[in-house]
């Protein structure tokens, strides 16, 4: 197996940019559009002394805008009723949140919660498509005179003298052996003022950031989940537009932190998917059967038969929470939405956050080109912004929230509960957290069997008409990539899987994938008959396995531009 | 008069592309529905020998469009002489077979003529006196119905794979052939080809072939595709796979067949040791027949197979080369 690495002796394009922003979601579009509204201002007051949109560029690794975006979603619409006042009338969105329920399952039945947790109320919430969303917010940003690269990835960070001075593109027409095909374009290097990270959930560059600066050390350690989702088109009256569910308990055990969110949206069109903590123990634990088997209670059975999936995807969110958040800015660059992590553990929300974030981020960018200096101690602006910001506010009362779920889900909820009443702190003031891929137990600790959790083990079969095997998803998620390119999951040491792990933890990688990537494959001349098989091409992007590989051994680098899931209307 | 359908056949270097059949076969059900007359056209440099074949087929009259500068494809001198040709003619409807071919053309011919083209149907139906076509989406999960709003003579190409080309309905008598000289203007052809060559490595056209024997994860081995390929050395058929097998190398990606491989509607398609996800699924469910043999009896690929073999491939495979070899001396 060849991987994508970096290659050498090639001359790269270079291009001057004043601001770089990779990535087109939430939080990259609200900073672009936001930087493009604080230039037309001061264009308009100081027509002699304007300054150009022109090399301002956000660059996106989906064929189209919005592509890669996936999230429930429910939109809390405070940063864009400041970013776009009365957006609601021309934002697409899908419903006004109009009734909500939280249920507990077990198998057979479910007890409905007599009151709504506070956090789990929506009112005043929208549910909308976030791919939806997002291309709408991406027309505006170009409208505002802003070049949005889509099918561009940024792949490699350009850094010199300890400043970020740009980004590399992804090369283009690379053969399976990381060979130049005839099409071969090497990647664009952009030389940017100020380089803008909104990669999303684990983002590559900002893993590279991390490394490169040590950027975790003094800081809770950032904790993940999976979020496993499918778009259903079920018979009319089954559920209310804006009607907003949310489950606990069944097919999930105390040892498992996780829930189902099931959404109503306009004709007939339903959002559901189940969370799961990318910290859980058991490694033979497979996400997206936890979602199949959660289709089979009755409640949801009701809901979704006679109804037909339309669409799958699969992504991660960091709910590390406010002590998990990552330094801000430094020379040359800036972090916002998930790669920092603004998501509210309890709320399960960030996409008001990545917004807010990119608004922030853009001021400070715009005060940095006023006063011509890109230095850590200029764009430092912005990280004193976020903390007077209501960011700070709504995170910091939920600042021990995740972590008091380390040790399951009763106690989780009886830390949740003192903090809900000391105001975030709980018992400590701060709750340390360990990185989740570090909880898993080695097999050889399990008990035998599934421990009463059968139905989550192993892949899931499905019927083919509730409930789906992971390749007839994933054919759901129009995921398409070149074959004849090097594997974008890069493994640094495969002989780690085909012995210690495959010994120590079976091979987690073949289950907690949510899109069948990685199979152990009978082979002949390996110690444990099986060797790994990375299947690149239908790869979603969730970054899974980026996380939770127990040995972090796997890197998920940017594939070439314009490949990956198509995520049209989730 | 009545309407006019004309199909534009595909050949190279006076070879017919079988699937112009498949799209005859279409005109000709659309032609009776319509109450239109159906002809067809050929185009290139001594193409008289295509053109008595076309005329074989039942329909009104063939063309053949000549010119020494057609004699190799290029788009200009193509497009040049098919738009002289069908404004003078004024057909209602022009059909033209997918191709890499066509699809190199097409688009410029409609534009030149200032009408849209509907491209990669897979089917039609009439809607009152509309012809309504049907495009895939996303992969084949959708079907779009999507029509002509503007003037004829409207463009429409199918997927190879859509029509029977052996349903295609004989004429009794062979049609009257009809030479046009086309006019060409030599400077307006900007494309000058040099020679035609073949890549060093064999590609094959899996589309055009009637038998594909094609193989999946459970043939285990790279050796083990030797056993595959006698298969279809016996029968005449060409060897294809699904992903897995492309990746590992074992057989080259142009013969993979499913949704990022090709698309195949053979006579007969064995599937040996191929568990049949949907994404090889989609390459090959227009096959006529299809016999799968797999040692998993709850495998998909059972679903859709015409025939199929629960056992395991080692065993039955060179058997049955064995007894196509006997039944075929």
Not at chain 2, 125 to 133: C, E, P, Q, S, Y
Not at chain 2, 258 to 270: D, E, H, M, N, R
């Amino acid at each position: 197996m060849i991987f994508r690495t970096p290659l050498s002796g090639i001359d790269h394009p270079q291009m001057e940019a004043d601001v770089v922003i990779v990535g087109g979601g939430p939080a990259g579009m609200a900073c672009a559009l936001r930087l493009a509204q604080l230039i037309d201002e001061h264009n308009k007051k100081n027509p002699d002394w304007p300054l150009p949109k022109e090399n301002i560029y956000v660059l996106e690794k989906a064929r189209e805008v919005g592509q890669h975006c996936l999230s429930g979603a429910l939109l809390d619409p405070r940063s864009m009723r400041e970013l776009l006042p009365g957006f609601e009338k021309e934002a697409p969105i899908d419903a006004e949140v109009s009734k909500e329920a939280v249920y507990f399952l077990t198998e057979k039945s479910k007890f409905k919660s007599p009151i709504t947790p506070p956090p789990m109320r929506d009112h005043g919430n929208y549910v909308i498509s976030i791919n939806k969303f997002v291309k709408w917010l991406g027309e505006k940003v170009e409208q505002a005179g802003i070049t949005v690269f889509t099918g561009f990835a940024g792949s490699e960070l350009l850094v010199e003298n300890e400043r970020v001075i740009g980004v590399r593109t992804d090369d283009k027409g690379l053969d399976k052996q990381n060979q130049q095909k005839s099409n071969f374009e090497p990647g664009y290097d952009l030389k940017a003022k100020i380089t803008i990270l909104s990669e999303g959930t684990r983002g590559s560059l900002t893993k590279q950031l991390i490394g490169r600066f040590g950027l975790d050390q003094e800081r809770n350690p950032q904790t993940y989940g999976v979020g496993v989702k499918e778009l259903w088109e079920v018979p009319s009256g089954r559920i209310a537009p804006g009607e907003v569910i949310y489950t606990a308990g069944w097919p999930l055990t105390n040892h498992e932190y996780g829930g189902a969110w099931i959404y109503g949206s306009k004709d007939n069109i339903v959002s559901m998917g189940f969370v799961m903590g990318l910290d859980y123990k058991d490694p033979r634990l497979d996400p997206h059967h936890v979602m199949q088997t959660f289709k089979t209670h009755p409640f949801v059975r009701q809901l979704l038969d006679g109804g037909k999936m339309i669409r799958y995807g699969a992504k991660t969110m960091p709910y590390g929470g406010w002590f998990a958040i990552l330094p801000l800015a430094g020379d040359g660059w800036m972090l916002t939405g998930d790669s920092a992590g603004f998501v509210n553990s309890q709320r399960l929300k960030g996409i008001h956050l990545a917004i807010k974030s990119g608004m922030l981020a853009a001021e400070s960018a715009y005060e940095a080109l006023i006063n011509g200096d890109f230095s850590a101690n200029q764009l430092s602006s912005y990280q004193s912004r976020v903390e007077k910001s209501w960011i700070r506010e709504e995170l910091w009362k939920v600042r021990n929230f995740h972590q008091a779920f380390e040790h399951g889900m009763f106690e989780g909820m009886i830390h949740a509960a003192i903090q809900q009443v000391t105001l975030g702190r709980g018992l400590h003031e701060k709750y340390r957290s360990h990185a989740g891929h570090t909880r898993m137990d080695q097999i050889g600790h399990l008990p035998t069997g599934g421990y009463g959790r059968e139905h989550m083990l192993g892949p899931a079969k499905g019927d083919g008409k509730l409930t789906f095997d992971k390749l007839t998803d994933v054919y759901h998620s129009g995921t398409k990539h070149d074959d004849d390119q090097p594997i974008h999951l890069v493994i640094h040491d495969t002989d780690i899987c085909n012995t210690r792990c495959t010994v120590e933890y079976g091979n987690p990688c073949q289950h907690f994938c949510p899109a069948k990537v990685y199979e152990m494959v009978e082979a002949s001349d390996v110690p444990n008959g099986k060797e790994i098989h990375v299947n690149f091409a239908n790869c979603v992007h969730c970054k899974t396995c980026d996380i939770m590989d127990p040995y972090q051994v796997i890197t998920w680098v940017p594939p070439e531009g314009g490949g990956g899931p198509n995520y049209d209307g989730m | 008069m009545a309407d006019r359908v004309l199909v534009v056949v595909e050949q190279r270097e006076g070879k017919l592309n079988r699937v112009s059949l498949e799209t005859l076969t279409a005109a000709q059900a659309i032609a009776a529905e319509t109450s239109s007359s159906l002809e067809a056209a050929v185009v290139g440099g001594s193409i008289h020998p295509v053109a008595q074949e076309i005329a074989k087929v039942r329909l009104a009259k063939v063309y053949a469009i000549d010119s020494p500068q057609l004699e190799r494809y290029t788009a200009d001198a193509y497009v040049a002489a098919l738009k002289q040709f069908i404004a003078s003619k004024q057909p209602k409807l022009v059909l033209m077979p997918h191709t890499y071919q066509v699809r190199d053309f097409a688009p410029k011919l409609a534009a030149a003529l200032g009408r849209t083209l509907i491209s990669d149907a897979i089917g039609y139906r009439k809607d009152g006196a509309t012809l309504v076509f049907t495009r895939q989406m996303f992969q084949g999960k959708f079907a779009a119905d999507v029509s002509f709003s503007c003037d004829p003579p409207h463009f429409a190409t199918f997927q190879a794979g859509s029509y029977r080309g052996d349903k295609v309905e004989m004429g009794a008598n062979a049609a009257p052939v009809e030479k046009v000289a086309a006019q060409l203007d030599g400077a307006a052809i900007r494309v000058k080809p040099l020679e035609v060559f073949k890549e060093a490595k064999q590609a094959v056209d899996l589309t055009q072939a009637e038998i594909i024997v094609s193989v999946g994860r459970g043939i285990k081995e790279q050796k083990n595709i030797e056993l595959a390929k006698a298969l279809a050395d016996a029968l005449g058929g060409e060897i294809a796979a699904s992903r897995p097998i492309c990746d590992s190398g074992w057989l080259p990606m142009d013969r993979q067949i499913g949704s990022s491989g090709q698309t195949v509607a053979p006579k007969l398609y064995l599937a040996l040791g191929i568990s049949g996800a949907i994404q090889h699924i989609v390459g090959m469910k227009g096959a006529r027949s299809i016999i799968a043999i797999n040692k998993d009896a709850e495998a998909p690929i059972f679903e859709i197979a015409d025939f199929g073999v629960v056992g395991n491939l080692f065993d039955i495979v060179p058997a049955l080369t064995e007894e196509v070899r006997k039944a075929k001396t």
